[in-house]
């Protein structure tokens, strides 16, 4: 079992994840330290491309399959996977699915509401959110701990809060993920490193994060591949409506809603 010391990417930093991708991890074959200052300009500019083109997106529709590693008491990696999907309509509605191992979790946001309904335990808990997507992923995250898939891509200005605390960025190369060739970027602060592969070509989309926490041992990741991405959404995705025999409760009741079974408590390094 699990016990509470577990260690692994933060519930608050995996709602960074497609942020601040960093990284010296090829540092050895890829002569990456040495060269970082002359690629990060580089890196800058495909990083900004990608955010213009989806903060662009009036409506986006996205499948996503995650990975969260924890580590146990005796150092052994274990990992726990998640599939999912966030619909959003700029700039205030959202809906977050995401069904695991041990959830089967959904968030909608209309602009006025936010209902979080955990599945597995039939119930439901609303709270009144007036405002923007950006106001309410600052909302969940830092007030009731919650997080959504992709949650820093999503916001408004999503370049700024990316590149908020990154100290070397670099453009490593390609790669092709789900067959589709990808340019490969990486950045680094001070407690994590985080890469993206961005597909290349007239969409640039990002297709995998991957997060790596520094400060704790074995290296624990969080990985994200974004497997469809669309601009269509039906009109009623915003629209919640308890299912039959739901039990009302508020927010700090709704329990087990997390990637993680209960007893592994997600710990790591801070932006």
Same mark, same amino acid.
């Not at 060269?35 to 997106?57: C, F």
């Given at each position: 079992m699990i016990s509470k010391q577990t260690a692994c990417v933060s519930a608050r930093r995996t709602a960074r994840w497609p942020i601040l991708f960093a990284g010296a991890i090829l540092a050895g074959s890829l002569g990456f330290a040495g060269s970082a200052k002359a690629q990060s300009s580089d890196a800058g500019k495909l990083l900004k491309a990608m955010t213009d083109y989806v903060s662009g997106q009036k409506s986006l529709s996205i499948t996503f399959?995650?990975?969260?590693?924890?580590? &146990?008491?005796?150092? %052994?990696?274990?990992?726990? &996977?998640?599939?999912?999907?966030?619909?959003?309509?700029?700039?205030?509605?959202?809906r977050a699915t995401r069904t695991g191992g041990y959830s089967d979790v959904e968030l909608v946001f209309d602009g006025k509401t936010l209902s979080i309904n955990n599945k597995d335990a039939n119930g439901f808990a609303q709270v009144e959110a007036p405002g923007s997507i950006d106001k309410l992923i600052d909302l969940l995250r830092d007030k009731h701990g919650v997080t959504a898939p992709g949650a820093d891509i999503l916001?408004?200005?999503?370049?700024?809060?990316?590149?908020?605390?990154?100290?070397?960025?670099?453009?490593?190369?390609?790669?092709?993920?789900?067959?589709?060739?990808? &340019?490969?970027?990486?950045?680094?602060?001070?407690?994590?490193?985080? %890469?993206i592969w961005i597909e290349s070509g007239p969409r640039p989309i990002p297709r995998k994060y991957v997060i790596t926490s520094k400060t704790i041992a074995a290296a624990p990741q969080y990985t994200l591949r974004i497997k469809e991405w669309r601009t269509e959404v039906?009109?009623?995705?915003?629209?919640?409506?308890?299912? %039959?025999?739901?039990? =009302?409760?508020?927010?700090?009741?709704?329990?087990?809603?997390?990637?993680?079974? %209960?007893?592994?408590?997600?710990?790591?390094?801070? =932006?």
């Amino acid at each position: 079992m699990i016990s509470k010391q577990t260690a692994c990417v933060s519930a608050r930093r995996t709602a960074r994840w497609p942020i601040l991708f960093a990284g010296a991890i090829l540092a050895g074959s890829l002569g990456f330290a040495g060269s970082a200052k002359a690629q990060s300009s580089d890196a800058g500019k495909l990083l900004k491309a990608m955010t213009d083109y989806v903060s662009g997106q009036k409506s986006l529709s996205i499948t996503f399959d995650s990975d969260i590693e924890v580590i &146990t008491p005796s150092l %052994q990696k274990i990992q726990f &996977t998640s599939s999912g999907q966030v619909q959003l309509s700029r700039p205030d509605k959202l809906r977050a699915t995401r069904t695991g191992g041990y959830s089967d979790v959904e968030l909608v946001f209309d602009g006025k509401t936010l209902s979080i309904n955990n599945k597995d335990a039939n119930g439901f808990a609303q709270v009144e959110a007036p405002g923007s997507i950006d106001k309410l992923i600052d909302l969940l995250r830092d007030k009731h701990g919650v997080t959504a898939p992709g949650a820093d891509i999503l916001f408004s200005d999503p370049f700024d809060v990316m590149m908020a605390d990154v100290i070397e960025s670099a453009h490593i190369g390609f790669g092709v993920i789900d067959g589709i060739e990808c &340019t490969h970027l990486a950045f680094r602060n001070e407690e994590t490193d985080w %890469q993206i592969w961005i597909e290349s070509g007239p969409r640039p989309i990002p297709r995998k994060y991957v997060i790596t926490s520094k400060t704790i041992a074995a290296a624990p990741q969080y990985t994200l591949r974004i497997k469809e991405w669309r601009t269509e959404v039906p009109a009623d995705a915003f629209s919640f409506k308890p299912p %039959q025999g739901a039990n =009302k409760v508020t927010l700090s009741d709704l329990t087990d809603f997390d990637e993680l079974p %209960q007893g592994a408590v997600a710990i790591g390094g801070k =932006k």
